[in-house]
């Protein structure tokens, strides 16, 4: 009898103590300022309880159980916390979250010349992080074409089925007015931009920065619709090595490696990448899809750092690509009948980069930068052969000094293009540019909400004169989640014979520029966005952007066919309008992220009766992205509806939709991985034919679609330094 007491009794205080519970509040704050964090999520695992903290940083919770309660704290960009408190007697309890990496308000962007962060830069910047980067550099090691395909409103146009050629257009224009950047440098335009997308592979890359519409200002001609620059990892005191492997069952293989290291007055990067391809056709007409392809990149850099402020490195960025396409037969047999038709680009890239930055006290700085670039490409086709050299040189001097409220940035350049044709070729198409140019840039914060940016560039080429180049954004942001920001600019472009056009028609009987008659490309673009960002269901982030843009092209360059045969660049009498929207949506769940994305491209070519569609642009784009991240594993699911297009003879294309999905394994050596692109094999030839007779000298219509299908790939990453996972 007293055991059976005694046992009850033990069984209500037990029941008694399980049903007691606390209020508790929890308060989170930034280790380093000491400043309360809004919007951290707080999360109860055991209960399935999560709350997301106040404008104090605070959070509460209503009858927790008294007893250990394992906690989760996040906040985006700060090092998440995972402890146990003891519910009890104490009901308050503060944590101070450390800053990490990745928080887009703590990330320098380059491509603004100052040393603001995101949150406080007047200009729009799409910033594409090491993470992101690192999921595109497992679908596709050989080029970054992936990382700028899944952006919104930006489109990866193919110009050629046999060698892969592809130029960017953002928000609807063609690749010339967009300006390709390397830390800073423009190392990729004129003769070699249909090449150079296939050209930079992104494991050496620790960021994307994207300005869309005129960037002019800051950067001169060329960045009409926008620039991409492409911010190189930099060595750290801890060393990093990445072994990447590839093999696709279209048959390429692809080997990266990355090593760098730092020490008090030195330190290193080294990359290099190989890349084999062997001609593929899904659809056995006897013609690639994909070219044989035999590709070599290094890039070795080599820093010193004379003191805490001073940082002095010098690069070399080399590449060996040879690529043919065309008849299979041909391409690994050799000529048989009515097997004559290649199209080979052997192509060579030797540039060299020196930068010295030192501050030079608490509030300036003093920046200095030289890139010499040469380019040698070889174009064979049948019957016909265009070859020449390139050489691109650049020099810059920017000084930034900064206040309590305002950022000053002077800064001059000299930029000189020069491309020299073989003096073989039947139609000499030399050209020599030399532009010198000078800048400086204002940030003004009126308050904590309103920040405004003004420049002013003046631009003269020695042949086409000055270019007066102002701009202006101002932006609006609370505590509250919201911001909004609207500018505006103009822009220049120099005329040269590398066009898609001529791209598209191998620059055969295609005549060189008349400076004479030939005016330089104008433009003006207005961009207005709204941002804000909230928790819903106090578990799920939620972001929205919302941008709504126009530019448009004076002088628009054109490649008209004339009645002898040949093709002469003449100046469009009206303007090429582009205007449109893009919609970008986040929500962040535990270990689940999902981005929903939308692009209007209205592109009008008013020079033409009726103001039709600019050709090979979708009017309608969309796009989903699952992504599942945990420690051990990563899976991205995509999903992109393109919409349908016009070819240039007026005929409308069909819509279509692509899939991919991405299984990744982290391990203690590094990561596994198994990628299927396109797993539903979407391809052009399933709407109309890729190749057009006769065999022996075969057409090729536009490219609107993917052309090489399905693609299956698996791979490991090996970083014998710095990973810790477990198995």
Not at 27 to 47: D, F, H, K, Q, R
Not at 488 to 503: S, W
Request: charge should be negative.
């Amino acid at each position: 009898m007293k055991k059976a007491l005694l046992t009850t009794l033990f069984l209500i205080t037990s029941i008694l103590s399980f049903a007691q519970t606390s209020d508790i509040s929890i308060s989170v704050g930034n280790a380093e300022t000491n400043e309360p964090l809004m919007g951290a999520t707080i999360y109860l695992e055991e209960l399935e309880k999560g709350a997301v903290t106040d404008f104090d940083g605070i959070a509460t919770f209503t009858e927790i159980p008294i007893g250990n309660q394992i906690i989760k704290i996040s906040y985006i960009g700060f090092n998440t916390i995972e402890t146990i408190i003891e519910i009890g007697a104490k009901k308050e309890f503060s944590f101070k979250l450390e800053p990490g990496g990745n928080e887009l308000d703590e990330v320098v962007i380059q491509s603004s010349r100052s040393t603001r962060t995101v949150r406080k830069i007047p200009t729009r910047i799409e910033y594409i992080g090491a993470e992101e980067l690192g999921e595109k550099a497992v679908m596709n090691p050989t080029n970054i074409s992936m990382v700028l395909r899944e952006s919104t409103g930006i489109q990866m146009q193919q110009t050629s089925l046999s060698s892969g050629n592809t130029n960017i257009r953002i928000q609807g224009l063609d690749g010339r007015y967009t300006q390709l950047l390397r830390d800073g440098f423009p190392l990729y335009g004129g003769f070699s931009s249909g090449l150079s997308i296939l050209q930079i592979p992104p494991l050496d890359l620790q960021q994307f920065e994207i300005i869309k519409g005129s960037a002019s200002t800051l950067y001169g001609g060329g960045a009409i619709a926008g620039l991409i620059n492409m911010v190189s990892k930099t060595p750290d005191e801890e060393p990093a090595l990445d072994i990447m492997l590839t093999q696709t069952q279209a048959l390429g293989s692809t080997a990266n490696v990355f090593y760098s290291q730092r020490n008090e007055k030195y330190g290193v990067s080294l990359y290099g990448s190989g890349h084999y391809q062997k001609a593929y056709d899904p659809e056995d007409d006897g013609f690639s899809n994909i070219p044989k392809t035999t590709s070599v990149s290094f890039n070795p850099k080599f820093y010193y750092y004379p003191s805490e402020n001073t940082t002095f490195w010098i690069g070399l960025n080399g590449t060996y690509d040879d690529r043919i396409g065309g008849d299979i037969t041909k391409i690994e047999s050799g000529e048989n009948g009515i097997h004559q038709y290649t199209e080979e680009n052997v192509s060579k890239r030797l540039s060299s980069q020196a930068v010295y930055e030192t501050q030079i006290d608490s509030v300036s700085s003093l920046n200095i930068k030289n890139s010499v670039s040469f380019f040698d490409r070889k174009l064979t086709i049948p019957d016909f052969i265009f070859d020449g050299k390139q050489t691109n040189t650049f020099t810059e001097l920017t000084y930034q000094k900064a206040a309590n409220r305002t950022d000053w940035i002077f800064g001059a350049n000299l930029y000189s293009f020069n491309f020299d044709e073989n003096d073989k070729a039947p139609l000499q198409r030399d050209q020599s540019d030399l532009t010198y140019g000078a800048f400086i840039n204002n940030i003004y914060d009126f308050s904590d909400n309103w920040i405004l940016e003004t420049g002013m560039r003046a631009d003269y080429n020695t042949d086409y004169g000055f270019f007066p180049l102002p701009r202006i954004s101002l932006l609006y942001k609370n505590d509250n989640g919201f911001s909004s920001r609207i500018g505006g600019g103009l822009g220049y472009n120099i005329p040269d014979i590398f066009t898609e056009e001529a791209e598209y028609v191998h620059f055969e009987n295609v005549l060189a520029i008349d400076k004479s008659s030939i005016k330089a490309e104008r433009s003006y673009g207005v961009n207005f966005d709204v941002n804000y960002q909230t928790q819903l269901f106090d578990a799920v982030g939620f972001s929205i952007n919302q941008l709504f843009y126009v530019s448009a092209i004076n002088n628009g360059l054109l490649l008209n066919a004339t009645d002898n045969g040949f093709f002469r660049f003449e100046n469009a009498t009206d303007e090429i309008l582009s205007k449109g929207a893009e919609t970008n949506i986040k929500f962040t769940y535990k270990d689940f992220r999902w981005f929903l994305n939308y692009a209007l491209i209205d592109t009008k070519l008013n020079y033409l009766p009726g103001n039709p569609q600019k050709p090979l642009t979708a009017k309608h784009n969309a796009g989903s992205v699952l992504m599942y991240e945990a420690e051990k594993w990563r899976i991205g699911y995509e999903t992109f509806y393109t919409g349908k297009q016009l070819l240039s003879n007026g005929t409308e294309t069909a819509d279509f939709i692509t899939m991919g999905l991405l299984l990744m394994r982290n391990f203690k050596f590094g990561s596994a991985f198994v990628n299927f692109e396109n797993f539903t094999d979407r391809r052009q030839s399933s709407f109309s034919p890729l190749v057009l007779p006769p065999h022996d000298n075969p057409g090729f219509p536009e490219i609107y679609a993917p052309t090489d299908g399905f693609i299956f790939s698996i791979g490991v990453i090996i970083k014998p330094f710095g990973n810790e996972d477990d198995d």
